[in-house]
C-alpha cells in the first residue's frame, strides 16, 4: 500500500481545524456546549499543547484509514489475495480484471471528489452516524448536541477522505 506521508499529516489537521471553527460559540459550540451540560469556562484546557497534539494523533490514525478508505487500490489487492499466483498472469479471467483496472479505472479513484465521497458514506454515514447516534440516545442527548457531532464528522472525514486521495 503506497501512503503519501504528506497527505496523510495534512488529513490529520482537518478535523483540528474545522473544530477549531465548527465548535466556536458563533458557530456550533453554544449548542454543544449546551447539550453537554457546560460552560464556557470550563472548556478552556490547562494545556493546549497537549490538547493539540493528542487532537493531532487522533486525526493521524483516523487520516491513515482514509488511506484505505478513500480509494479502492487496496480492496482490489485483497479480493485478489488469496488466488495462486498462476491465477492472476496475464491471460486469466483475474489477471484480465486486474490488468483492466489497473489501466483504466484506478486513476479515476485517486481524485479529491472520489476520496470525499467514499469517506463520507463509508465512514462517516456508516460507521460515525450510528456509533454517535446510539451513545447520544444512551445519554439521553438532544437531537441538535448529536447532530453537531455527527455533522462535524461526516464533514470531517470527507474532507480527510478526499485530501489523501486527490494528493499525487
Same mark, same amino acid.
Given at each position: ?20 471553527? /465548527?465548535? @466556536?460559540?458563533?458557530?456550533?459550540? $453554544?449548542? /454543544?456546549? $449546551? ?5 464556557? !469556562? !470550563? ?8 490538547? =493539540? ?5 487522533? *486525526? =493521524?490514525?483516523l487520516s491513515f484509514l482514509m488511506?484505505?478508505?478513500?480509494? @479502492?487500490?487496496? =480492496? ?5 489475495? $488469496? ?13 484480465? /480484471? ?5 489501466? &483504466?479505472? !484506478?486513476?479515476?479513484?485517486?481524485? =479529491?471528489? %472520489?476520496?470525499?465521497? &467514499? ?24 437531537? $441538535?448536541?448529536?447532530?453537531? %457531532?455527527? *455533522?462535524?464528522?461526516?464533514? !470531517? ?5 478526499g485530501v489523501v486521495a486527490g /494528493?499525487?
Open positions: 500500500m503506497e501512503i503519501n506521508l504528506y497527505a496523510t499529516l495534512t488529513a490529520a489537521l482537518v478535523p483540528l481545524t474545522l473544530g477549531i471553527i /465548527w465548535y @466556536h460559540p458563533r458557530v456550533f459550540g $453554544k449548542i /454543544w456546549m $449546551k447539550g453537554a451540560g457546560l460552560d464556557p !469556562s !470550563s472548556v478552556q484546557p490547562r494545556n493546549w499543547l497537549a490538547l =493539540f497534539a493528542g487532537l493531532f494523533l487522533l *486525526g =493521524f490514525i488511506n484505505i478508505i478513500a480509494f @479502492h487500490d487496496e =480492496f482490489i489487492r485483497g479480493a485478489l489475495y $488469496k488466488l495462486p499466483d498462476e491465477a492472476i498472469q496475464p491471460g486469466t479471467e483475474a489477471g484480465n /480484471w486486474l490488468a483492466y483496472y489497473t489501466t &483504466h479505472l !484506478s486513476d479515476t479513484n485517486r481524485t =479529491f471528489g %472520489h476520496g470525499a465521497y &467514499h469517506a463520507a458514506f463509508i465512514v462517516g454515514l456508516y460507521t460515525v452516524l450510528p456509533v454517535l447516534a446510539y451513545i447520544g440516545l444512551m445519554e439521553r442527548r438532544s437531537f $441538535k448536541y448529536v447532530a453537531v %457531532h455527527v *455533522g462535524f464528522w461526516v464533514i !470531517s472525514v470527507a474532507l480527510m477522505g /494528493w499525487r
